[in-house]
């Protein structure tokens, strides 16, 4: 049926709600001009934007269990609409740059790490754009200017947001 949308968390606090939109992958909560995720959507959120990632993981990696990507640790909260496409794109793209340095930094091409990157770019969507902007913040718009470098990806691979997913313990 139609989503169900809501203007406030307390409303989803009704089992009735909460029933109705734990199967929603569209926001359910709307509070002005913003949408937001409720946390009973999260199970049904999560596995939509797995499968709308540019393609598959890396052989041998696997998407992190919802009970990982859910920063409330499953208490009642109100998640941004992008989140999880935003940390999906995120387990995709350190997938790849493990692949990618799988065989040792020295012998990575900079233009499949580079690549990776075009791919998130080219995906469009407001998480994707979201993403890139974070990356460049952390390194200084190298990712837009393409000006990244094997080392820029090597600790990005090692940082704690791909050890989060379980990416950089291959």
């Not at 307390?10 to 913003?34: H, K």
């Not at 208490?75 to 065989?103: H, K, P, Q």
């Not at 469009?124 to 990806?153: C, F, I, N, V």
Request: aromatic letters at 8%; proline letters at 5%.
């Amino acid at each position: 049926g139609d989503p169900v949308i809501v203007e406030s968390f307390a409303a989803v606090e009704d089992p009735a709600v909460a029933a109705r939109v734990e199967a929603q992958v569209e926001p359910a909560v709307e509070i002005g001009d913003e949408k937001a995720i409720a946390s009973t959507q999260i199970r049904a959120v999560w596995a939509d934007a797995i499968t709308r990632v540019p393609g598959p993981l890396a052989d041998g990696d696997t998407f992190p269990d919802v009970e990982t990507v859910d920063p409330a640790g499953g208490e009642d909260a109100l998640y941004e609409d992008t989140m999880f496409e935003y940390i999906a794109l995120n387990v995709w793209r350190c997938s790849w740059i493990g692949e990618e340095l799988g065989n040792g930094p020295d012998k990575a091409d900079i233009d499949r790490l580079r690549g990776i990157d075009a791919t998130i770019v080219a995906f469009g969507s407001k998480a994707s754009e979201q993403l890139m902007a974070s990356l460049d913040e952390w390194h200084s718009g190298r990712h837009t200017t393409s000006t990244t470098t094997t080392r820029d990806y090597q600790e990005e691979y090692g940082d704690s947001t791909c050890r989060s997913f379980g990416m950089s313990q291959k």
